[in-house]
T-cell receptor, first 115, second 110 residues
Framework: AQTVTQSQPEMSVQEAETVTLSCTYD???????LFWYKQPPSRQMILVIR??????QNATENRFSVNFQKAAKSFSLKISDSQLGDTAMYFC????????????FGDGTTLTVKP | DVKVTQSSRYLVKRTGEKVFLECVQD?????MFWYRQDPGLGLRLIYF???????EKGDIPEGYSVSREKKERFSLILESASTNQTSMYLC?????????FGQGTRLTVV
């Protein structure tokens, strides 16, 4: 069975600064996806960024980037130039190719961006 | 704009009631999922479906059932609601990759 661990229940950052959220996972699979989702207060969960395990290059989406270390089974999210709208709960998730759409989620990290 | 729509945002039900949570997606996705979200526990999979009339148990199916009579609709049923089923319920759909989520239903059982 796969497990996903987010070791930081809560984090805060000053507006315009950079913050990194940690995620580790455990699997014996070789082909899988990793995701970061964002859930703003009282709003819908949305996908922030996706990484396919076979790709060595780290995924980037505007101010969001990941540091994917396959051997270490680590998948951290870096948010640059943090904005007040980044305040949310962030979930790391894992999905194998053979279980399309069926993801295993971490417990989440609540991020607060302070003005 | 593609969507997953859950029928209620907030719901209050009494212990012992039969509760239906409805989820509809307009993306023609094959896969649909029901998760439960509780503080400190992340998202836990209750049931999922890869096709019409097909269902599979997730990690915490006890006390729940599901129905998928049409491709676009996936219903979660609490046969006899109990206070420990007070939670946020999230529906998601997908094709082959990440899930697209609904807005969630916060269910309170009193």
């Amino acid at each position: 069975a796969q497990t996903v661990t987010q070791s930081q229940p809560e984090m805060s950052v000053q507006e315009a600064e950079t913050v990194t959220l940690s995620c580790t996972y455990d699997t014996s699979e070789n082909n899988y996806y990793l995701f970061w989702y964002k859930q703003p207060p009282s709003r819908q969960m949305i996908l922030v960024i996706r990484q396919e395990a076979y790709k060595q290059q780290n995924a980037t989406e505007n101010r969001f980037s990941v540091n994917f270390q396959k051997a270490a089974k680590s998948f951290s999210l870096k948010i640059s130039d943090s904005q007040l709208g980044d305040t949310a709960m962030y979930f790391c998730a894992f999905m194998t190719y053979t279980n399309a759409g069926k993801s295993t989620f971490g417990d989440g990290t609540t991020l607060t961006v302070k003005p | 704009d593609v969507k997953v729509t859950q029928s209620s945002r907030y719901l209050v039900k009494r212990t012992g009631e039969k509760v239906f949570l409805e989820c509809v997606q307009d993306m023609d996705h094959e896969n649909m999922f029901w998760y439960r979200q509780d503080p400190g526990l992340g998202l836990r999979l209750i049931y999922f479906s890869y096709d019409v009339k097909m269902k599979e148990k997730g990690d915490i199916p006890e006390g729940y059932s599901v129905s998928r009579e049409k491709k676009e609709r996936f219903s979660l049923i609490l046969e006899s609601a109990s206070t420990n089923q007070t939670s946020m319920y999230l529906c998601a759909s997908s094709r082959t990759g990440e899930g697209v989520f609904g807005q969630g239903t916060r269910l309170t059982v009193v």
